[in-house]
């Protein structure tokens, strides 16, 4: 029963890390529960002298028995295991096989064994007892829900017994599981408009601005504030002692202000020798080293 969407399904059971995600390769699923996969076991997996590690032969194992039950239709966790070393080799191309010692309906045993693959020598034999949850869901249709818990008790000399449970307690306080409660909590995965944030203040760091107002906000940030254009006329008749006040609304007298000349009185201005010399607010003052003898317009920029 080698079929490529199944064997693709099964690689879920397989880490992310590279060196078994990279070196696996799942042959066949002979029958559900027998499965045959290969792994070509990196330097980076073996031990001090070289050899494969303890750890990593634990690994094939419970990577095998997630084949294994996968292949059964079954959602499962393995709730304890042994292992078995027969032989030390190096790093090397291994063959490991699974079966079905027990399959029931709530638990089952499945036994993976390796070998070298070019000698076919023992390497190492685990035994795993799985617990299964129930018949594996499409996976699209289970996306965003949350796990099942379960409440495990045991007595003495008698088997384990399973209870689903409704809710679960964490620090003495109860959270609800699969009932009616639960359509008043936010799914696992969603998203909110902006219109949705109405309180406090989201700070720079979690992409906010950590202000409530444009001009704290801009402190915060160190952006630039506004640029503010502006246009006034020093008239003839308002010079006095070589000096004239013009008003402009928004000078402060901290405000960074740019002052120039508009083209056509730029001659004017500089032969006249006119420059901006005090601001305050609402104002700013020009002063002279002769009186022009025709009116000046003069552009601002507030920053």
Request: charged share 20%; proline share 4%.
């Amino acid at each position: 029963m080698t079929d490529a969407a199944m064997l693709e399904k099964l690689r879920c059971n397989i880490p992310s890390l590279s060196e078994f995600q990279d070196n696996i390769e799942i042959f066949e699923v002979e029958k559900p529960g027998f499965v045959r996969f290969g792994m070509d076991i990196p330097e980076s997996l073996g031990n001090y002298r070289g050899g494969i590690h303890g750890g990593t032969g634990y690994f094939i194992g419970e990577i095998g028995c997630g084949f294994a039950t996968y292949s059964l239709g079954m959602a499962n966790v393995c709730t304890s295991a042994s292992i078995n070393f027969i032989s030390a080799v190096p790093c090397c191309k291994v063959e490991t096989t699974t079966e079905v010692v027990h399959a029931g309906r709530s638990t089952a045993v499945i036994r993976v064994t390796t070998h070298e693959a070019a000698t076919g020598k023992l390497l190492f034999q685990s035994t795993h007892n799985m617990f299964l949850f129930g018949p594996l869901e499409d996976e699209e249709e289970k996306d965003g829900e949350e796990p099942i818990f379960i409440s495990v008790t045991a007595e003495d000399g008698e088997e384990l017994t399973l209870e689903f449970v409704s809710v679960f307690e964490v620090d003495g306080q109860e959270y609800p599981v699969r009932d009616a409660e639960r359509e008043n909590y936010a799914a696992k995965t969603h998203s909110h408009s902006a219109g949705d944030i109405n309180k406090d203040t989201l700070p720079i760091a979690r992409g906010g601005t950590g202000s409530s107002s444009a001009s704290a906000a801009r402190s915060a940030l160190g952006a630039q504030a506004t640029v503010v254009k502006k246009t006034g006329s020093l008239t003839v008749a308002g010079w006095s002692s070589k000096t004239q006040t013009l008003s402009v609304t928004g000078v402060t007298s901290s405000s960074c202000v740019i002052v120039a000349p508009a083209p056509d009185s730029l001659e004017a201005y500089a032969a006249a020798g006119v420059r901006c010399t005090a601001q305050a607010s609402g104002q700013l003052t020009f002063t002279c080293q002769s009186v022009p003898t025709a009116a000046l317009t003069v552009n601002v920029v507030i920053l």
